[in-house]
């Protein structure tokens, strides 16, 4: 992963199942199930490749007003060939009976919820997971056809195709039952002491057959040096998705714990073990594991970079976990001469060596088995499957039925074979005239942003020049990589559902290794071109909008540029704003992590920052969670920079141009309406409950109602009063 750490997608963060959190991409909202698609390739860690996401492409947020199916099978689907059109500025979607100065939201959004209540095998629906649904309609197309052997097919193709053939084939996946962990569990029960861990977790995270036991290991973009690529070293080792589940007291946080360790027991049954020793293995797990998310970081300290700085060299690293080989690990996954490391959290590896000493052999070899049975799950045969989709999905995110087969093998195929896949779909989907019209949109707002950069009446002129600077290297990558990824050293075998994936994450683990000590590839995607996403990178400095986010409702050829610079023009100015952000502008152009702010910018920073967090902080996910919105803030503020970057330029774009009222719609309000309606969303309670602890962005209805109340624009297009809802007395600004 080259820059994980600080890549900022505008989705909100998928629910990592085996990954460790990261201050994460930035993307326009995240997309759900078990695993970022988008991470992964970012993702230092080994191990990601191997999960099969279990639930929906893009959790949404809802407001009050849920809509859930909670019973019942999903609708039928079937492969399609053309992609169905929506309009981005949708009458039907929209709740007449509402007043937009007082709940704007639920004026744009209001008919849609109503329509479009939540799958039952989804823990959310929005615009994104609707579009994102079809998306894998239509590539469930491009694969049917792809796995006929019988008709010719090129080396892509061949690909791609045999291993959507491998994950559909499940008579072959149960009869093989659990033999696919059988190597690693004999490995696990060959260590005859705890000096062994080291050897055996190297080839373990190599082979990705563990997910991140223990901790995260990998590759990432120097912090100090924005040219390079060392190793990076990270904290790791739960089962649940994030540290503050094993340390909150409050009643509901207990209960998914208590399910958690039964969830533990079961997979343990399911390898053979008495439901007895399963119990107590059980206990040993979710011990380990306590202790080792106690010494990880939250997510908000995890948002400073510097928290996360600590080059050591491999003297260093051996003196802070004495009891860990790390010869016998480092030549384990092939990296033997490795010397530079970022140890991103050094406290959490002396509590690794502590609980090497303190803990037996026979209770490591336990928290091992769990780890590898957990990251193989979904790749099991039936009674595997449902078991971890009745914890992860139906019990933490309150999701009732498994997502059918054909969906789980289309993302798998987009994650292991994302832009052998993305090349078949870019060339179905995306023409020269939508990438033309995207980067003038793109270059447009760069424009506005740097006229308000220039106007700011609180920033110096020493700082404003760094800024410029800063924005004038930004890199616009639109669509699809320039040089696409070469697989033809992975084998994928069709038949072979265990040994294609094995191999997928063999592959993806030496790919992601042997970036360690050469300098970064700018020309590197972190989202795969089918995804519908987008997202900002702080240390490449780049913003990516792969192929599958311009397509209708979110970029409509077919609309006038009103609704589409609300929409697609709003999600530029936003991942444009998040170079600019509370975290964004700790780093400078190149990448690098430089302070470029005078003293007294950066105080003037930190109070407009103060006015969004306060703002944020006030709004309800659900029951009485609050926004925490140290979490958010960076999210926050690119929501509220970007839309107004993107008026701005719409602005001076349509000067010339006479506009007219359409539908009864002044061009203004149809900009705001257009802008609002790509956060139209249904979300269930559990998963609300989830995201208020893991996701940096705020619930949609907060994203609409909360950009609006601050921006005079859209008060006087919709001649909202003082003292009215979606008029703050109080407006907060900071881009
Ligand atoms: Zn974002």
């Known amino acids: 992963m080259t820059h994980a750490e600080f890549l900022h997608m505008f989705l909100k963060p998928f629910l990592p199942k085996v990954v460790p959190v990261l201050p994460g991409l930035r993307a326009l909202r995240s997309v759900g199930g078990f695993m970022t698609r988008s991470r992964l390739r970012f993702g230092l860690l080994l191990i990601v490749i191997l999960v099969l996401a279990q639930a929906p492409p893009q959790p949404t947020r809802g407001g009050e007003s849920l809509q859930t199916s909670s019973a019942g099978e999903p609708a039928e689907k079937h492969p399609i060939h053309t992609m169905p059109y929506s309009p981005s500025l949708d009458l039907t979607s929209m709740d007449h009976t509402a007043d937009p100065c007082v709940d704007f939201y639920q004026y744009v959004c209001g008919g849609w919820m109503k329509n479009n209540p939540i799958p039952p095998d989804q823990a959310g629906w929005s615009v994104y997971a609707k579009l994102a649904d079809e998306n894998d ?6 694969l049917e056809e792809a796995s006929d052997a019988s008709r010719p097919r090129n080396a892509s193709e061949q690909k791609i195709g045999d291993l959507f053939q491998a994950c559909m084939d499940e008579p072959a996946i149960e009869k093989l039952g659990a ?8 490995e696990i029960a060959a260590l005859t002491s705890k000096s062994e861990l080291a050897g055996y977790l190297g080839h373990e995270h ?3 057959r563990g997910g991140s036991a223990v901790f995260g290991f990998g590759s990432a973009q120097d912090f100090e040096d924005a040219s390079q690529v060392i190793a990076f070293a990270r904290a790791g080792g739960l089962g649940l998705p994030d540290r503050d589940y094993y340390t909150k007291t409050d009643p509901r946080s207990q209960t998914i714990r208590d ?19 399963a119990a107590t293995e059980a206990q040993t797990v979710i011990s380990i594991e306590t202790a080792l998310a106690q010494k990880s970081l939250t997510r908000v300290e995890k948002r400073n970079p510097h928290n996360l700085l600590h080059k050591m060299d491999r003297a260093q690293l051996k003196a802070i976990t004495p009891d860990f080989d790390w010869d016998a690990y480092l030549t384990g996954i092939g990296l033997g001469s490795v010397q530079k490391f970022n140890v991103t959290e050094p406290e959490f590896y002396r509590e690794v060596n502590s609980l090497i000493q303190s803990e037996s052999l026979d209770d490591w070899k336990t928290y091992l088995r769990w780890h590898l049975a957990h990251a193989w799950a979904p790749y099991l045969s039936t009674s595997f499957q449902e078991e971890n989709f009745d914890f992860y999905s139906h019990k933490l ?146 913003i990516n909008f792969p192929a599958g986010v311009l397509q209708p409702p979110l970029f409509d050829p077919k609309e ?34 430089r302070d470029w702010w005078t003293k007294e910018d950066a105080a003037q920073f930190d109070e407009r920052i103060a006015c969004v967090r306060e703002q944020y902080a006030g709004y309800v996910v659900v029951d009485d969670i609050h926004i925490n919105s140290k979490l958010t803030s960076g999210e926050d503020v690119a929501d509220l920079g970007g839309t107004l970057l993107a008026y701005i330029a719409w602005k001076k774009a349509t000067e010339a141009q006479k506009m007219m009222s359409i539908d009864g719609f002044t061009p203004d309000q149809r900009f705001f309406i257009g802008y609002a309606q790509w956060a139209c969303e249904n979300e269930r309670p559990e998963n609300l409950r989830m995201h208020a602890m893991t996701d940096p962005h705020s619930p949609g209805r907060y994203r609409v109602n909360g950009i609006v109340s601050d921006l005079p624009q859209f008060q ?19 881009w």
């Open 179 to 186: 033999a696919p962990l059988e190597p690693g569990l004999h």
């Open 716 to 734: 006087r297009a919709f001649g909202c009063k003082a003292g009215q809802p979606m008029v703050r007395a109080k407006l907060c600004r900071v």
């Open 397 to 542: 995110r309150g999701v009732a039925v498994m997502e059918p087969r054909w969906k789980r093998c289309v993302r798998l195929v987009d994650r292991n074979l994302g832009e052998a896949l993305g090349q078949v779909f870019v060339a179905r989907t995306f023409g020269p005239d939508i990438k033309a019209r995207t980067l003038k949109m793109t270059r447009e707002i760069e424009a506005a942003m740097e006229d308000d950069l220039k106007n700011l009446p609180w920033m110096s002129p020493e700082t404003k020049q760094q800024a410029l600077e800063k924005l004038h290297s930004i890199v616009n990558k639109i669509g699809y990589p320039d040089k696409w990824r070469d697989y033809s050293s992975l084998e994928i075998v069709r038949g072979d559902f265990a040994g294609s994936i094995r191999r997928s994450a063999v592959f993806e683990s030496k790919r992601q290794l042997a970036k360690i000590g050469k300098p970064v590839d700018r020309g590197e995607w972190g989202m795969t071109p089918p995804t519908v996403n987008a997202y900002y990178d702080s240390q490449t400095n780049d």
């Open 206 to 208: 190599m082979n990705a």
């Open 560 to 593: 006038d540029d009103a609704p589409n610079y609300g929409n697609t023009g709003g999600t530029i100015g936003h991942e444009l704003t998040h170079g600019f952000d509370d975290e964004g502008r700790l780093f400078d152009g190149k990448g690098n992590l």
């Open 259 to 277: 399910q958690y360790i039964v969830h533990v027991q079961r997979m343990f049954v399911l390898l053979r073990d008495s439901p007895a020793n």
């Open 137 to 142: 309609q239509f590539l469930w197309g491009i």
